[in-house]
């Protein structure tokens, strides 16, 4: 783990923050493996390509499962059409 000034903790601080309120704005709220990677570049254990790189893995993790619930829905959706049509 890399040793990083208490003025660097802040100035990585200030960027979470910034990311958290960006996405807040979006009506987005990070799960828990989001906030863990998060505070990791808090506190040094990341620097900001390596942050970059782990949000983005772990958002392309997620996408499955979201697309499986999505297919679910419209799946769902399309049996109910076809069953009020009959």
Do not use: W, Y
Request: hydrophobic letters at 40%; a negative charge; aromatic letters at 2%.
């Amino acid at each position: 783990m890399a040793l990083i000034s208490e003025q660097e903790k802040q100035r990585r601080h200030a960027i979470i923050v910034n990311i958290l309120g960006a996405s807040e704005m979006q009506g987005l709220t990070p799960d828990a493996d989001s906030a863990e990677i998060m505070r990791r570049f808090e506190e040094g254990e990341l620097d900001l390509e390596e942050l970059g790189a782990a949000m983005s893995r772990h958002a392309n993790e997620l996408l499955p499962a979201q697309d499986e619930a999505t297919d679910a829905a419209e799946s769902n959706a399309s049996v109910s059409s076809v069953t009020e049509e009959e």
